[in-house]
């Protein structure tokens, strides 16, 4: 094994350099243009994003064929955005939506991703009517290892856990019997990072980390995970960019502000967090010298963000130091600091992941998409609220990145729903 | 779909594709049709094909293409050839699917079940993962699927290891193949194939190969990956070990209440107990199962009987635990009485992760009685105490006083730990710590510092077992200050392991134990003031740990730390008085460790944040029948006490009614109005003292 054999840059740290810089190019702009226009970059274009949406559900291009299969998920990703910015769907184009969904219910209890497509459990994530079909058909999916079909003779994986355990814990007909061996299936996908992988000897990723933890929350079996390591693994996936990996050693893509961003917002619901653990796995974030550089003169640049900080920082502090009456009166206000870096994700979605014409995306350089535009808002939305543990009241303006119109509607973690819908729909299927 | 570089369309390429959208919908429309009727035909089939090349997301074609397959292999007319040619032309649909987009579920799950039919040749799926892992290296489908192949041909591990090997080779930064690499030996060293029976031959050379990566690019974060997992793989011993018991090993053991102290006795082993038994806890380096009175045995003269319940300290009801406790009834009063516990001479003590126990230790302690006057008693455990600085004074140990820390090195004598503190293993360990030193010299960087932190602490558990001697500890320190200012952003990650590592040094040796024990001074206590309070007030502790050391305490003083959570502290077990004053604990959920605590009498929880969040537990967050084992148990008594008003204090009423305590501090907390404080004293009949307050 010669030292020769390795070149001397990696293949992936130069694809990493290339995003690092068009992404510190946004932000250096961003610093040196004058404060009226900043904020205008700050802003969540709400308009247009709404625009931009509302268009996807009337007609969709040509170049959308391959997403055929993923109809409802389209429909489920525009109008979630639409709800999280509280904007409402015109009721002609709602009913016809609705008509076109329930069409995709198979007589034998799933949702197919069109009108007479198969049932398949990810399209059936999104609502259901006939409920004791929709039972039998979560139910024959299920497999003997723990694991659930994605659909009939599909393939098994935590997503497919996910998407069964989710549907049948919001319409209220989860069971022992659905619950068996789910636990040990997840436990078996959970790797030496700490992060959970889609299938026993995968690696870790970050959409399915999403998906087993709050399998593992919903069948009540959450303490069985090293949720020490987890915690290693996820902190460690934010990069200088501010937004989220979802794997290790890959690039930073603007949907895993949900996947990754929502793993926190799961996380500081457990009340304790911290296991016991002598070698605590899971960090690789992007190292060394010239990195530290590179965060050292983004920090530079900066300066707007890093005040923004302080502020919030400085404000916990003054909560720290109290002298008792102090802490008392700004009880209201009293805020826990999020394990992960809020203000710089909710930077990179605005400036980095928004397109200013409507829609977001991945990274600068991408295209905008439906799929990208939902898991940033929804990222966008744990954000904003990552400093509060109350999702009934407002946060703080520190908390909210740009001006406060920016504040989007708060999502349930657990289903990636606006928390009004879903309590309406909690409401409804528990008869409450 | 996403991930996927896509260019702004030219005016010609939105036509062509707008011909090509109307050509799928033709098709689909068609294959629907022979899909609903059940029509296998060679046509059929065939538009099926054309469908899944324009979109191989089609998940209803591939279960069609199934359907037609088991058709045509039902036919009396099938011959073996015939399968072949069939199952071979679902393989090329499969392979111009993967073309289209090799991220297709259902394409790859295709193959799987193709080949999983036993009729097609596997030699050729090899060069086509080949071919796909080059376009794409880390992409996570062709790797499962590489996984499955190889267990279908019975490819060898060590084989496939070569191939982990070659891509690390071509490009070191894939961390997917590093990955690969730790599956593979991780079986192979499992089943202790030819040349992986031992550890010591194979993690030596794996050190070897990735420092070659890390000192080629310290920036490129995959290597730094997996060198934690060698790390991981070169301390974890796979048989549980028993690393610390309360009685300790040779103790003498007073037990009291009356107050008149015997001279001989040291206050770190006087209990005083009001309950007519006292604990046994055992403590495991990993949760266990099993502990029970066959696989753990006590011989002693005054308990004939032999039966002991051993219940598993675990907050999460589970059957497994890191920490074990059995009560066992007091002796009578003049007789000294001695101990014999044995631990693991029969099997059924048994990891989570499926290791046996197999280090059978035995562990012996006297216990000595004296007799109480209850009057007094009562008064002691009732009588009010205050956290104040001026209350407590350092204690001044005789010099020859045993103190709890010092028997750990006995009982590892016992364990024959010796086997695990294998040479080759601080050996490795020390190689590694050079080697970075010497990287750090070179370039400062953030991961070298905490891969070095992290190697100091496993060196020094492992060649001190029960961290006793910690040389490294303030070196350790030194790191994680550094940082946390190097990197802010994971700041509150350091400083959890800063005050972990903190907590171990102090508890490492007597001279560093006895400067935060003191003996609280208060005029009406005699009983009181003869036992040792642990102060580890002020320290902005983040996290608390080093239990294994702590289990003698029943007077602990955390106030004016960080500590947002207190898990673990259901080890310590003889916790009567707990100062737990300004800190950070944001819910009334994070106090579910003190429910296992009986002894718990006097509990000050003032000045922290519960009742700030409305929200905070997994009940709130989640609909689930199932989540709900805990809760809604109050009874109707209970719930009559509480009126509408209070409902969203249900959480709180349910956490802290079955505490025994005799004094509760709660002021300072946004959940501690008046309303709540009357509500809570109904609540909780033991309550003599609230805020300060003597109750009727």
Known sequence: MEMESFSSLTVTERDQILVEQQVFNIFKTFYNIPPSSQSFMLELQRENHVEYLTNGLKQLGPSFCVLDANRPWICYWILHSIALMDEFVDPELEDNTIDFLSRCQDPNGGYGGGPGQMPHLATTMLQSIHLEKLYSFIRQMKYASGGFRMHDAGEIDVRACYTAISVASLLNILDDELVQNVGNYILSCQTYEGGISGEPGSEAHGGYTFCGLATMILINEVKRLDLSSLIDWVVFRQGVEGGFQGRTNKLVDGCYSFWQGGIFALLKRLNSTRGEKSIPLGDGEDSGPDSSETTASSDATGKGLIEDLSQGGSHIEKGDQHDTSSRVNSKRHAKVKPLFNSLALQQYILLCSQDLNGGLRDKPGKSRDHYHTCYCLSGLSVCQRSWLEDDDSPPLPCAVLGPYSNLLEPIHPLYNVVLDRYREAHEFFTGS | MHGRPRKAPKPEDEAASAAKAQKLRALQTQFFSFHHDQIYTKEAVELSAKLLEINPESYTA????????????????????????????????????????????????????????????????????????????????????????????????????????????????????????????????????????????????????????????????????????????????????????????????????????????????????????????????????????????????????????????????????????????????????????????????????????????????????????????????????????????????????????????????????????????????????????????????????????????????????????????????????????????????????????????????????????????????????????????????????????????????????????????EAMQLLSWLGLGNNKLGSVTALEPLRKLKSLRVLDISYNQIGDHSIDTTRYLCSSPLSHSVGSELNKDETAIIDAALVNYLEAFYMLKDLNLNQLDIVGNTIADETFKSALVKIMPTLKRLDGKVLD
């Not at chain 2, 259902?106 to 080059?134: M, T, Y």
């Not at chain 2, 279908?152 to 071509?170: A, G, V, W």
């Not at chain 2, 009987?305 to 219940?311: A, M, T």
């Open chain 2, 62 to 569: 591939w279960n069609y293409r199934k359907l037609a397959v088991e058709h045509y292999l039902s036919q009396p007319e099938c011959d073996p050839d015939s399968v072949k040619s069939v199952l071979d032309d679902e393989l090329k649909v499969v392979e111009s699917a993967l073309r289209q987009n090799f991220k297709s579920y259902g394409a790859w799950h295709h193959r799987k079940w193709v080949l999983s039919k036993g009729h097609s040749s596997i030699n050729h799926e090899l060069r086509l993962l080949d071919k796909f892992q080059k376009a794409d290296s880390r992409n996570f489908h062709a790797w499962n699927y590489r996984r499955f192949v190889a267990e279908l041909m019975n490819r060898s591990e060590q084989d496939e290891l070569k191939y982990t090997e070659d891509m690390i080779y071509t490009n070191f930064s894939n961390y997917s193949a590093w990955h690969n690499r730790s599956v593979l030996l991780s079986a192979l060293l499992e089943k202790k194939a030819e040349g992986f029976l031992l550890k010591e031959n194979v993690l030596p050379e794996e050190y070897e190969f990735i420092h070659q990566a890390i000192f080629t690019d310290p920036d490129d974060q995959s290597g730094w990956f997996y060198n934690l997992w060698l790390l991981d793989q070169t301390v974890t011993t796979d048989s549980p070990l028993l690393v610390s018991t309360w009685p300790t090993c040779g103790s003498d053991v007073l037990i009291m209440g009356d107050g008149c102290q015997n001279g001989s006795f040291s206050p770190f082993t006087t209990l005083l107990s009001d309950s007519g038994s006292f604990p046994i806890i055992l403590y495991f380096n990993q949760p266990v199962e099993g502990v029970n009175s066959s696989t753990v045995t006590i011989e002693c003269g005054f308990d004939k009987n032999g039966y002991l319940h051993w219940e598993p300290l675990s907050v999460s009801n589970s059957q497994a635990a890191q920490v074990w406790v059995a009560h066992l009834k007091f002796p009578t009063p003049e007789l000294d009485s001695s101990v014999e516990v044995r631990v693991g001479h029969s099997k059924g003590i048994i990891s989570t992760r499926g290791f046996q126990y197999c280090h059978p230790s035995t562990f012996s302690f006297n216990v000595h009685v004296q007799h109480v006057e209850r009057d007094s008693f009562q008064v002691s455990v009732a009588e009010s105490i205050l956290w104040r600085e001026e209350n407590f004074k350092i204690y001044r140990a005789q010099s020859e006083e045993s103190i709890p820390i010092a028997s750990f090195d006995q009982l590892c004598i016992k364990n024959g730990h010796e086997s695990t503190a294998s040479n080759w293993r601080t050996e490795a360990l020390a190689k590694e710590i050079e080697c970075f030193r010497e990287l750090l010299s070179l370039m400062d960087c953030k991961i070298g510092k905490l891969t070095l932190a992290r190697l100091l602490m496993a060196y020094d558990a492992m060649s001190f077992p029960f961290a006793t001697k910690l040389v490294h500890s303030e070196e350790v320190l030194e790191l994680y200050n550094d940082l946390m200012k190097l990197d802010p952003t994971h700041h509150r990650y350091y400083k959890d392991e800063h005050s972990l590592v903190l907590l171990q040094k102090m508890t490492s040796s007597k001279e560093s134990l006895l400067q935060h024990c003191f003996q609280y001074k208060d005029s009406v206590s005699s009983v009181i003031g003869n036992l040792i309070c642990l102060r580890l007030n002020n320290l902005s502790l983040s996290r608390i740990g080093a239990f294994e050391k702590l289990l003698w305490v029943q007077m602990l003083d955390l106030s004016h730390n960080e500590l947002q959570s207190i898990e673990g502290l």
